[in-house]
């Protein structure tokens, strides 16, 4: 499957520390973080992460961007996340590697994690962010096609309907509505 290759890297935090990946304060945010989305307990389930975002994104509904952040931040599939995945998650997205975020954005639009980003993945992505701005009610549908046909064009350069890691890094810099998601996921 295709995040497998995302699996790859540090398997405990003093892997991350004796990498010089983290810090001692990154570790201490991070549990506090853990332990508010958590409720305390050495997991949080998809349910607790979307109560987290609800919290934070009052005006819009965060339930389909919550649940997807989740999809990637799960990484075993056992439907929680425990401290090694969220500090994992929280490594890429916080730190000064900009590939280790574009892959994680990468991931967080393969819904479906073949490897490749569909047309119908971003357009549901780009709608799922859309609600989170502007809620359920979000009816500029005609502006949400033009975007994703306008991300597609950009990045799918060789023309075959889909968007491969290569293609989505090499186009990503060029897209603003990207890089805004990629500031929005850093905020897990």
Request: proline content about 1%; overall charge negative.
């Amino acid at each position: 499957m295709g995040q497998e290759s995302s699996k790859n890297g540090p398997r405990t935090i003093e892997e991350l520390w004796s990498t010089g990946a983290v810090s001692l304060s990154d570790v201490e945010t991070w549990i506090g973080d853990f332990m508010t989305k958590s409720g305390n307990r050495d997991y949080f389930t998809e349910s607790d992460l979307i109560k987290h975002y609800q919290k934070s994104y009052t005006s819009g509904d965060a339930s389909a961007f919550a649940r997807d952040v989740f999809r990637v931040m799960d990484r075993d599939r056992n439907g929680k996340v425990d401290f090694k995945e969220f500090t994992l998650t929280m490594t890429s997205l916080t730190g000064d590697d900009v590939n280790k975020k574009i892959d994680w954005a990468f991931w967080f639009y393969d819904v479906n994690g073949d490897g490749t980003i569909t047309y119908d993945e971003l357009k549901k992505m780009l709608k799922t962010i859309c609600s989170l701005e502007h809620g359920g009610n979000f009816k500029d549908k005609e502006g949400v096609d033009n975007l994703v046909k306008n991300i597609m064009s950009s990045m799918d350069t060789n023309h075959d309907g889909l968007i491969t890691l290569s293609e989505f890094k090499d186009g990503f810099h060029k897209s603003e509505f990207c890089i805004g998601v990629l500031k929005k996921l850093a905020t897990i």
